[in-house]
């Protein structure tokens, strides 16, 4: 349908949306009460279609991985970096014309008293607090030190598609080297801050320079953990690039692998290197993969997806010793491995903030507007401990969106605009063609509500705590998934209910 020839108001139910197109590109039209709003179809995170989500105040949600676009200028809250194009709109005689094309406008100086930030850790939250800065305005200075040596990287898809082989390494950096100096963002990359005087907010890096800021963000993330028993040293991890291409080098077509741990990481690798045509064997403590923190039905879900797929379980058991082209299990088998991965867990890198005297617990600690315990340093992403509205429980996650969300609303803060962190934690983790979409906190849940059906790959998982549903998990309910998560974060628990209830 061709927007700028008009289309009629009533065909737009209130609320509603309507797609079309204008510009030879696909809009979305929405309608909230007498106004219409028109923006691109598409997500910029991964092209998700907007039409499929939901509109929630003046935002319109991606229904595969929650990015949230503003209504009114389109910009776009994590994981989405880019905003979606909006068009004006014009209503005559009962019909509505999409009309021009808006440019997006320059962000306004703003003033503030910080004049340079410091940002250590150059991942997802890192790199969202730098261009929430310059998107609001900012003209200081804003340096991000990172450990690793490449950009800021898509780091989900380590162990998705670019591990699979469907995705090539061009796909990987969330942004070139080029968008960093265009938007005078000093990147050091390769390079550890050591030390931290958080008196002074000087950091000392691993080469002994020193750089001293008004504002620090910490988003130095988290890394994994690795295996003692003897031999173990040759074990993969997965956590950057270069991990994931290293197993990449192993992964040769007919070579046998073992995977450490039904972690949602080790199971992703199992899917990615079965892709590649290897044999796969996952061997855990765990008597059903996933078991903990999703709940046995996913799990035994889980487990039986994979094993269509090929792949072999030894669960219930660990492994003793490493030795030669063979993994020793505690139960004493032997098996076969040209290359062993290990996907057993991660540790925060609170390193730096322990020299630095601030408050760590499990991470460092953050008051809901993610400043630290020293004034003026913040935290965010995988590192931070911080306080969970939902739950009402001070809680880590270690999920993408809730990082990038994190470094956008402490960029704010640090910049001075009070903004409390109320996102709902979300994450997403994808097997074969089915993606698990987890809206929430369960931990410590005492009940489990399954709703759907796990053949017809439409199910719904909800935890509760007592009587309170502290979080979701969906397979093909990706609508059912926003709403809940919009639910959330209004506190209202009689809605969750609702959407829960309506799933059959
Ligand atoms: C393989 C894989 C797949 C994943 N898949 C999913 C998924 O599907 N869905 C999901 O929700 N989440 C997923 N995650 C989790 C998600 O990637 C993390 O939650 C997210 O990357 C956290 O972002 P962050 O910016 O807090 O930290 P990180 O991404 O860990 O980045 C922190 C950076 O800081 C650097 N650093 C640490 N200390 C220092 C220092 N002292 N000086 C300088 N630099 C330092 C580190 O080297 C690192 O580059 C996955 C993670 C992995 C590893
Ligand atoms: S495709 Fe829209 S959030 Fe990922």
Known sequence: MDLKSGVALHEIADGGMLTGEADGENVVLVRRGG???????????YHGPLADGIVAGDTIRCPWHHACFDLRTGAATAPALNPIPVWDVEQRDGRVFVTTKREIPLAAPMQTNVKSVGIVGAGVAGNAAAEMMRRE?????????GAEETVPIDRPNLSKE????????EWMPLRDADFYRAQNIELITGRRAMLLDATTKTLTLDDRSTRTFDAILLATGSEPVRLSPPGAGRVHVLRTLRDSRAIIADAAKGKRAVVLGASFIGLEVAASLRAREVEVTVVAPDAIPLAKTMGVEIGAFIRRLHEEHGVRFRLGTTVATFEGDRVILATGEPLLADFIVAGVGVRPNTQLAQIGGLAVDHGIIVDEFLQTSAPGIYAAGDVAHYPDRFSGKNVRVEHWVAAGRQGQTAALNIL??????????????????????????????????????????????AYRSGARVTAVATIGLDRESLLIERAMEDGDQQAVDRIVASIT
């Open 162 to 169: 670019y591990l699979a082989g469907s995705a090539p390494e």
């Open 137 to 145: 305005g900012f003209a200081g200075g804003i340096t991000i030190i």
């Open 416 to 461: 001075g605009r009070r903004t409390p962190h109320t996102a709902a934690p979300f994450f997403w983790s994808a097997h074969y063609d089915v993606t698990i979409n987890y809206t929430g906190n369960a931990a410590g849940y005492d009940g489990v509500e399954v709703r759907g059906s796990f053949d017809d790959r439409r199910a719904l998982v």
């Open 35 to 45: 106004e219409i709003f028109a923006v691109g179809a598409e997500c910029t995170h």
